[in-house]
Nanobody, 124 residues
Framework: QVQLVESGGGSVQAGGSLRLSCVAS????????MAWFRQVPGQEREGVAA????????VYADSVKGRFSISHDNAKNTVYLQMNSLKREDTAVYYC?????????????????RGQGTQVTVSS
């Protein structure tokens, strides 16, 4: 059974850093695309970053460019999101997704596999 499990969430003060991890299990091969999303209650889910593992291409939402970095470890089938210079507005539940089947990278519904989320809270 395919599963994506996120970890690394927590509480941090503004200006601090966190690193999220998402392990993909149940696969026989590494994933070609993996991404991070986030959602604040009452708001739409937002694409944060994605990586296309074949070429190592990365894309980011404007709101996190220069502060967040996505990376992937093929051997571990794990995607990471390094979050630096965190702001209160980064507070959200962060979700991992894998295998973009259709649509743009920032469309959560276009991914075949999706995780359950991990909470990130940034306080001032």
């Amino acid at each position: 059974q395919v599963q994506l499990v996120e970890s690394g969430g927590g509480s941090v003060q503004a200006g601090g850093s966190l690193r999220l991890s998402c392990v993909a299990s149940g696969y026989r091969s590494s994933r070609k695309s993996m991404a991070w999303f986030r959602q604040v209650p009452g708001q739409e889910r937002e694409g944060v970053a994605a990586i296309f593992t074949g070429r190592g291409t990365t894309v980011y939402a404007d709101s996190v460019k220069g502060r967040f970095s996505i990376s992937h470890d093929n051997a571990k089938n794990t995607v990471y999101l390094q979050m630096n210079s965190l702001k209160r507005e980064d507070t959200a539940v962060y979700y991992c997704a894998a295998d973009l089947l259709q649509g743009a990278w920032y469309e959560f519904g276009g991914y075949v596999y999706r995780g359950q989320g991990t909470q990130v809270t940034v306080s001032s």
